[in-house]
């Protein structure tokens, strides 16, 4: 699987490069994250998503992740909601997928079996956060694939490009999460 995550800020055409990632195959899913939008800010380019999706006959909602206002998932049928530190559990009565950010082994295994899926990061060098580099040598992410920590449930994210897929996959990873290389012309 390979997720994409939106920049945290708005760029030109975001809503149609969304829907040119989901519709290209270089995204199965995409992670909406505004961290300092507004919920009314979040709405607008909801609703620019899903009518650009509509024109191109894509069922756009089943493919998005919400990080930030996880209410608005519900009211716009989302496929899902990602947990952070921000909003660190899933709304009540909320039964789509729920996925999760671990930066850490000890904190993946934890969170094993409570998400759809979770993200270990970072792997590599940032793309799009100077001096965030990689947090695990290619051993430790070895040792949790052969411990099932690192499994098909996996995505590797922190300095992934489409490039290092094979790699990504040789590591365990069930996929990817994919913000920099995704966005370089936005960045």
């Known amino acids: ?5 939106t920049l945290p800020y708005a760029v030109a055409h975001e809503a149609e490069h969304i829907c040119s990632l989901l519709l290209s195959g270089r995204a199965d899913l995409l992670h909406v994250r505004k961290p300092d939008a507004t919920a009314d800010e979040l709405q607008r380019l909801l609703r620019e998503v899903l009518s650009c999706g509509d024109r191109l006959g ?17 009211l716009f049928s989302l496929y899902g909601i990602h947990l952070n530190r921000r909003h660190p559990h899933p709304p009540v009565h909320w039964q789509g997928s729920v996925s999760r950010s671990c930066h850490s082994i000890e904190e993946l295994a934890e ?12 792997i590599f060098d940032s793309i799009s956060k100077p001096d965030y580099p990689a947090a695990f040598t ?5 040792q949790a694939h052969a411990q099932g920590i690192i ?3 996996v995505l590797a994210l922190g300095g992934v490009t489409y490039a290092r897929l094979p790699l990504v996959a040789q590591l365990g990873f069930g996929g ?12």
């Open 138 to 142: 290619p051993a430790q992410l070895q």
């Open 151 to 153: 499994d098909a449930s």
């Open 111 to 122: 969170w094993k079996g409570r998400c759809d899926y979770l993200s270990l990061s970072p």
């Open 176 to 187: 990817a999460m994919i913000l920099g290389d995704a966005w370089r012309g936005f960045l």
């Open 1 to 5: 699987m390979i997720a994409v995550i």
């Open 58 to 74: 894509l069922d756009v909602a089943r493919r998005l992740v919400l990080h930030d206002h996880p209410a608005l998932a519900s």
